[in-house]
């Protein structure tokens, strides 16, 4: 199969192609980061309702 000649308009283009490709591949890691810092530092707060729930344990025995 012969390689593919491609003029300077279609390497311009295809660097394009991937620069956006990759721009948009480097936004979503990073969001994706930003949401899971986000659910980890939710995940740390402490349920109201748990505490109460144990505590009242307690007071019973």
Known sequence: MKPHHFSEDDKSLIHKSKRTTIDKLSK???TSKENQN??????NLEDPIRTIMFLGSWTHS
């Not at 986000?38 to 995940?43: F, I, T």
């Open 28 to 30: 979503s890691k990073q």
């Open 38 to 43: 986000q659910r980890r530092k939710s995940s």
